[in-house]
């Protein structure tokens, strides 16, 4: 069964820097046809923070305001998010989401991320 581990989170003072991680496992994730990173803030809906085709062009949220980073490792099996100048509004839970043709999605469980004022 495909399975995806997020890693990473974790708390952090405002202005740091963070990467996560999110290990695939059943799947080759240099087969996806879209990878992404999603996040949900307390009494907030689920938004995008950004997400990378297969035909390279990356797509980050405008709240990001460019300061974040995805990517894939094909030796690890895993994609990567890094968050730069990170601020208490980042606060949420992280997941990291996979689509490949055929209409198969997978989610991550979620991993914190706690950003201290």
């Known amino acids: 069964q495909v399975q995806l581990v997020e890693s990473g989170g974790g708390l952090v003072q405002a202005g740091g820097s963070l990467t996560l991680s999110c290990a695939t496992v059943?799947?080759?994730?240099?087969?996806?046809?879209?990878v992404a990173w999603y996040r949900q803030a307390p009494g907030k809906q689920r938004e995008l923070v950004a997400s990378?085709?297969?035909?390279?062009?990356?797509n980050s949220a405008d709240s990001m305001n460019g300061r974040v980073t995805i990517s894939g490792d094909a030796v690890q099996n895993a994609m990567l998010l890094q968050i730069d100048s990170l601020k208490p509004e980042d606060t949420a839970v992280y997941y990291c989401?996979?689509?490949?043709?055929?209409?198969?999605?997978?989610w991550g469980q979620g991993t914190q991320v706690t950003v201290s004022s």
């Open positions: 059943g799947a080759r994730i240099a087969a996806a046809a879209v």
């Open positions: 989401n996979v689509f490949y043709s055929g209409e198969h999605n997978f």
């Open positions: 990378l085709p297969r035909d390279g062009r990356v």
